[in-house]
């Protein structure tokens, strides 16, 4: 059985500037994919590192091991993708109250 404490997140990209390069890439990248406008330089870095975070912990339940630079941004541009359907539906829904 596996507990929350034994799930690791396969992100290992390096630095603090290699965060911040896949958070922008990341965060860009779904930014772009998603038809959105994008949220500008710092939008787009927090979209990416919190989309690394989510796309981490989902992939960390996933697949075991190390994902690399170029999977690292794979990985958070997935979970900056969900970050962005999950934040416009919450919006939508919203709206509609």
């Known amino acids: 059985m596996t507990t929350f404490a034994d799930i690791t ?3 290992h990209p ?3 500037i290699a965060w911040l390069v896949v958070g ?5 990248s779904a930014g ?3 038809k959105g406008a994008g949220y500008g330089l710092i939008g787009d870095i927090v979209v990416g590192l ?5 796309g981490g912990f989902l992939f960390g339940l996933l697949v ?5 630079f170029w999977g690292s941004i ?6 900056a993708c969900i970050l ?3 934040v416009r539906f919450v919006a939508l829904k919203r709206t509609r109250l």
Request: aromatic content about 12%; cysteine-free.
């Open 64 to 68: 075991p091991g190390d994902a690399g």
């Open 50 to 54: 919190i989309g690394a975070a989510i």
């Open 74 to 79: 794979a990985v958070a541009f997935i979970g």
């Open 84 to 86: 962005i359907v999950t």
């Open 14 to 16: 390096g630095g603090w």
């Open 24 to 28: 922008l890439l990341a965060g860009w």
């Open 9 to 11: 997140i396969p992100l």
């Open 32 to 34: 772009f994919v998603m």
